[in-house]
């Protein structure tokens, strides 16, 4: 199936979590090829505790490259935010402070 098919996407998204994607969700997803989307949504599905902002959950997993045999791992947020402002404080935008961030935690 190719990328952007909105219908598969919108169903697929309804079989995973019993609601409608916002469009939000919809713009994230449909770039992204079809298997992707499946991956992601098994993903969440299977996540240990229910999850509260699935845009948020979804931008996390792909920026990350989670895929469904990846083990959650615990993440000290208030630590990472801290990091993140030492590396912006020291020049580097937002996106290149997360990602060194992310490239630390590894």
Avoid at 26 to 48: D, G, N
Wanted: glycine share 2%; hydrophobic share 35%; net charge positive.
């Amino acid at each position: 199936m190719e990328k952007g098919s909105v219908r598969a996407i919108a169903l697929a998204y309804q079989t995973a979590t019993l609601t409608y994607p916002s469009f939000e969700i919809m713009e994230l997803l449909r770039p992204l090829p079809f298997e992707r989307v499946l991956e992601l949504l098994l993903i969440m599905r299977q996540s240990p505790r229910p999850v509260k902002s699935p845009l948020n959950y979804l931008r996390r997993a792909i920026q990350e490259g989670w895929s469904p045999e990846t083990m959650p791992e615990k993440v000290d947020r208030h630590m990472e935010y801290v990091e993140e402002n030492h590396y912006i404080r020291q020049g580097y935008t937002i996106d290149q402070a997360r990602e060194k961030v992310q490239r630390n935690r590894r």
